[in-house]
């Protein structure tokens, strides 16, 4: 169990368009999910965390306008980066956590690999 | 106070050897402290968890031992295989979710086994 998936795999993108990247707990109800943005070789920096039906909260520094987050169900989630540009070329991934689930255990998705030309 | 020091930052090991990554960590609030395993071009998976309440955590053959007093926690894969080659990360946070919910992440330890 606790299964989450991410879609698109990977999506190479013309510079000024936008991109949507959908994240679902496949088996279980996520009270929370997070997004992350990874670099190569790496750690992983949080982006913002959204709880389903409220506004997103971001970390200092990230764009909530470019970086657009919806959480409009208890198994969905979605990043959609707009206007993307070279330097938003990244690793994208999501987390989400158990709803009622007594730890603050985050189950992760196998990410989205951004590519902006 | 919210850092999540992680060290080695790479780690070359033989097959049938002990892996050992150690991580610090600085706010006395945290009490939750997982480990993950990443492979390349895939998400990090959970790989064992701790609290507080307890010293050490054994899964199979990978060991959690904690420190609370020096606030440092550390990772030891037993009989290390090639199969574990990977990045691990260890993380900190509130066991509970909440304000202390969101999980600080250490830089990461590229672990390579050698047959």
């Known amino acids: 169990g606790a299964v989450v998936s991410q879609h698109p795999s990977w999506v190479i993108c013309k510079s000024g368009t936008s991109v949507k990247i959908e994240c679902r707990s496949l088996?279980?109800?996520?009270?929370?999910m997070f997004w992350y943005r990874q670099f190569p070789k790496q750690s992983l920096m949080l982006m913002a965390t959204?709880?389903?039906?409220?506004?997103?909260?971001?970390e200092q520094g990230v764009e909530k306008d470019k970086f657009l987050i919806n959480h409009a169900s208890l198994t969905l989630s979605t990043l959609t980066v707009t206007s993307a540009h070279p330097e938003d070329s990244s690793f994208y991934i999501c987390?989400?956590?158990?709803?009622?689930?007594?730890?603050?255990?985050?189950?992760f998705g196998p990410g989205t690999r951004l590519t902006v030309l | 106070q919210q850092q999540v020091k992680q060290s080695p930052q790479s780690l070359i090991v033989q097959k049938g050897g002990i892996s050992i990554i150690n991580c610090a960590y600085e706010?006395?609030?945290?009490?939750?402290f997982p480990w993950y395993q990443q492979f390349p071009g895939k998400g990090p998976a959970l790989l064992i968890a701790?609290?507080?309440?307890?010293s050490e955590k054994k899964e199979g053959r990978f060991t959690i031992s904690f420190n609370k007093s020096a606030k440092q926690f550390s990772l030891h894969i037993m009989d290390s295989q090639p199969g574990d080659s990977a990045t691990y990360f260890c993380?900190?946070?509130?066991?509970?979710?909440?304000?202390?919910?969101?999980?600080?992440f250490g830089k990461g330890t590229k672990l390579s086994v050698k047959p």
């Open positions: 987390s989400a956590r158990r709803l009622a689930h007594l730890y603050n255990e985050q189950f």
């Open positions: 088996d279980f109800q996520a009270t929370t």
């Open positions: 959204s709880n389903e039906g409220s506004k997103a909260t971001y």
């Open positions: 706010n006395t609030a945290f009490d939750y």
């Open positions: 701790i609290r507080p309440d307890v």
């Open positions: 993380a900190a946070g509130g066991v509970y979710g909440g304000s202390q919910g969101n999980l600080i």
